[in-house]
């Protein structure tokens, strides 16, 4: 299994352009997570899905900010405009939705600068 | 409410010095805790979880409910134990909150 997939590793872009950033869950995986890692705030969940519903988006910070998981193996977190306060590490999380739980898998992270 | 404190944001040691760090937790139910961490610039791993009451890499980690912790050890660090760790509390069915993170550097 190649694990929880992101795309792209690195993304620099300016200030107002529109952002996608992608996941791959593991295969069966129901649950997906997105985060936000950063140093002063540390590691924040953004919106998470089950069963590619999403069930709590509260982490969201504002309306530029958006979520969709189309189907169960495929996930994007979109930013529209960015701004230079968004530059963060993304990760994606996925998880089993039944059965024993060993937590979560993290994907490699989108490293996001906004210039 | 649940909630996973880890109050040092940086810890240093000197290599093959006992490593402790601390994490506690408030959760009204029984508690289910994991341990995570993140080498530089990398996913984070899952390092271990108390019910399979495990030794990963050295460490180890008990569940104390009196005291609502659950501390990361290591008695001889390591310089590759250098990282971020991360403690997290299962909250939900399927859902954890993770503590603020703890900065680890061992020192050669």
């Not at chain 1, 129901?30 to 950063?38: A, D, G, I, P």
């Not at chain 1, 140093?39 to 979520?67: H, K, Q, T």
């Not at chain 2, 501390?71 to 250098?82: G, I, N, R, V, W």
């Amino acid at each position: 299994d190649a694990g929880v997939i992101q795309s792209p590793r690195h993304e620099v872009t300016e200030m107002g352009q529109e952002v996608t950033l992608r996941c791959k869950p593991i295969s069966g995986h129901n649950s997906l997570f997105w985060y936000r890692q950063t140093m002063m705030r540390g590691l924040e969940l953004l919106i998470y899905f089950n069963n590619n519903v999403p069930i709590d988006d509260s982490g969201m910070p504002e309306d530029r900010f958006s979520a969709k998981m189309p189907n169960a193996s495929f996930s994007t977190l979109k930013i529209q405009p960015s701004e230079p306060r968004d530059s963060a590490v993304y990760f994606c999380a996925s998880s089993l939705a039944s059965g024993v739980f060993y937590g979560y898998t993290f994907g490699s992270g989108t490293r996001l600068t906004v210039v | 409410a649940q909630r996973v404190t880890q109050p040092e944001k940086l810890l240093s040691v000197f290599k093959g010095a006992p490593v402790e760090l601390k994490c506690n937790y408030s959760y009204s139910g029984s508690p289910e805790l994991f341990w995570y961490v993140q080498y530089s610039r990398q996913r984070l791993q899952l390092l271990l979880r108390h019910i399979s009451r495990e030794s990963i890499k050295g460490f180890t980690a008990d569940l104390n409910k009196g005291e609502t912790s659950f501390h990361l050890k290591k008695p001889f660090a390591q310089e590759e134990d250098s990282a971020m760790y991360y403690c997290a509390l299962r909250r939900s069915a399927r859902q954890l909150t993770f503590g603020s993170g703890t900065q680890l550097t061992v020192l050669p």
